[in-house]
């Protein structure tokens, strides 16, 4: 008798869950900017939450970002706003807990100094 698998859904992450894969990462302090909750390695800016509340702005390089829009628009856009700037939109609904943790160390990979990534073992992509 053949069985039949259930597909598991991935269980949709929020701003909560941003905040602590965020503040797990090296020498990330919590603050806020344009009002809303905002992460900092060494002072500089890699993520914040829109102030949509379900979407954040990640620090992503122009070719990255377009390569995320390109592979998954439901999950990665911008608006003109972002055009000229380093950064993409991500709407969390959209989004797995890993596919997460790995967009917020690319961001933090971009931000953090050479010599803090490297103390912890990260190497930056800059």
């Given at each position: 008798?053949?069985?039949r698998r259930k597909s598991i859904k991935p269980v949709p992450v929020d701003f909560s869950?941003?905040?602590?894969?965020?503040?797990?990462?090296?020498e990330v302090t919590e603050g806020v900017c344009y009002g809303t909750p905002a992460f900092r390695v060494?002072?500089?800016?890699?993520?914040?939450?829109?102030e949509d509340g379900e979407t954040i702005v990640?620090?992503?390089d122009p070719d990255a970002?377009?390569?995320?829009?390109?592979a998954k628009p439901d999950t990665f856009f911008v608006t003109e706003h972002y055009v000229g700037y380093e950064w993409v939109l991500v709407?969390?609904?959209?989004?797995?807990?890993?596919?997460?943790?790995?967009?917020?160390l690319f961001a933090w990979r971009r931000k953090a100094p050479?010599?803090?990534?490297?103390?912890h073992g990260v190497h930056s992509k800059k």
């Open positions: 008798m053949a069985t869950t941003v905040r602590r894969l965020a503040l797990a990462l090296p060494k002072n500089r800016l890699f993520a914040r939450l829109r990640l620090s992503a970002r377009d390569a995320f829009i390109r709407r969390l609904p959209t989004v797995s807990e890993p596919e997460l943790r790995d967009l917020l050479s010599k803090e990534a490297a103390r």
